[in-house]
Each structure stands twice: as structure tokens, then as C-alpha cells.
T-cell receptor, first 113, second 112 residues
Framework: EAGVAQSPRYKIIEKRQSVAFWCNPI?????LYWYQQILGQGPKLLIQ????????DSQLPKDRFSAERLKGVDSTLKIQPAKLEDSAVYLC???????????FGPGTRLLVL | DQQVKQNSPSLSVQEGRISILNCDYT??????FLWYKKYPAEGPTFLIS?????DKNEDGRFTVFLNKSAKHLSLHIVPSQPGDSAVYFC???????????FGTGTSLTVIP
């Protein structure tokens, strides 16, 4: 079974630029999550999708961050415009319906200069 | 508001000895607790979990203990192996909403 795929693995941009990350969850997993992990901290949930609907986006900075999961499968997370404090690893995870475990992708490491 | 805390940022243990990683939480409504292991440049991988209705769960060399009255859980690794060197995250979950709350992680180094 293929795991959660993310791309790109690394991205360097300048502040005020835009960036997008892509995630393809494990096949059949209804729930998809985007996390932000700042160096030295644990992952923080940004947004949770159930199929193509948003379950929780209370910690998503909506003035600059957006995410979509149009067909209930893969998802994109966008930052526009980026700030220095957005430098972090962005993790995507997915879980099957009813299961407590989440399966994480390798993450995208973003550096904003 | 840090609902899950791992107060030890790092731990070093000799190979073959026991590693004990600790985690404290503040919300008594959590239903599950999970431990994840993370190697550099990789995403966290699931290690072991425990339901809030249990006080112990064992899987091979890994055992998780839950003390609900103290709002504390611990992960025991016996015997520790060099390949166990990684960052370990404690996570807590409420069934409603499925949102994970992660601790800040403990970096374990097992010395050969």
C-alpha cells in the first residue's frame, strides 16, 4: 500500500511570494489533515477535511492560507503572501473512517527568506 | 494553549537499558493517546496507542502506561536499541472531530 505522498519536499521562497504544496493521501482514506511543524515544536493542525468538506480550520490563518480538496482525494495548501514566520515543515496526514491513527507523509520543508 | 506537554526535550540511554519517555496532558476529555516516532526528513510514524479506558498497552519492546488521575502517560522501550534513536511525539485525540494535539517531542539517543 502506497503511503501519503507530498510534493515538493523542499521549497525556498522570498517573503511576500506565493507557494503551494500538494498531498495525495492513502487510497480510501476519507480524512485528510494539514499540519504545520515549526522547528522545536510539535505538529499543529491547520485544517482537516472529511472527503471534500472542511471539518476544522479554526487554526488556519485565513488571511494568507487556503486549502482545498476538490474531489475528496488529493489536496493543495497555499500560502499567499508568505511571511518569515511561515518557515516550517508542512505535514499532510490521512486516516481511514473511524480509525484513531493518522498516517503522515514525509512533509514539505519551507524556508521563507 | 499547550494541552499536551513533553517536558524533556532530550534523553540519552545506553543500548540494552530501558528508555522512559513522559507526557502530560490537561484535558480529561481525551479518548486516545498515541506515540509517534520521527526520523529526520521523514514524517511521523505511528508506534503505539492506548485508549483512555485502559491503563497499559504492550507491543513487543514498547509499552505505554496511562495514569488518568495524574493526566500522565509514559512510553517504555525495553531493551533500547540504537535504531530507536529518533524524536518521539505524544499525541492526544478526542473522538469528536478527530483532532490530534501533539506534544513538543523528546529526542531519544540510544548509545551503542
Amino acid at each position: 500500500e502506497a503511503g501519503v505522498a507530498q510534493s515538493p519536499r523542499y521549497k525556498i521562497i522570498e517573503k511576500r511570494q506565493s507557494v503551494a504544496f500538494w498531498c495525495n493521501p492513502i487510497s480510501g482514506h476519507a480524512t485528510l489533515y494539514w499540519y504545520q511543524q515549526i522547528l522545536g515544536q510539535g505538529p499543529k493542525l491547520l485544517i482537516q477535511f472529511q472527503n471534500n468538506g472542511v471539518v476544522d480550520d479554526s487554526q488556519l490563518p485565513k488571511d494568507r492560507f487556503s486549502a482545498e480538496r476538490l474531489k475528496g482525494v488529493d489536496s493543495t495548501l497555499k500560502i499567499q503572501p508568505a511571511k518569515l514566520e511561515d518557515s516550517a515543515v508542512y505535514l499532510c496526514a490521512s486516516s481511514p473512517a473511524g480509525g484513531p491513527n493518522q498516517y503522515f507523509g514525509p512533509g514539505t520543508r519551507l524556508l521563507v527568506l | 494553549d499547550q494541552q499536551v506537554k513533553q517536558n524533556s526535550p532530550s534523553l540519552s540511554v545506553q543500548e540494552g537499558r530501558i528508555s522512559i519517555l513522559n507526557c502530560d496532558y490537561t484535558n480529561s476529555m481525551f479518548d486516545y493517546f498515541l506515540w509517534y516516532k520521527k526520523y529526520p526528513a521523514e514524517g511521523p510514524t505511528f508506534l503505539i496507542s492506548i485508549s483512555s479506558i485502559k491503563d497499559k498497552n504492550e507491543d513487543g519492546r514498547f509499552t505505554v502506561f496511562l495514569n488518568k488521575s495524574a493526566k500522565h502517560l509514559s512510553l517504555h522501550i525495553v531493551p533500547s536499541q540504537p535504531g530507536d534513536s529518533a524524536v518521539y511525539f505524544c499525541a492526544a485525540l478526542r473522538n469528536t472531530g478527530n483532532q490530534f494535539y501533539f506534544g513538543t517531542g523528546t529526542s531519544l539517543t540510544v548509545i551503542p
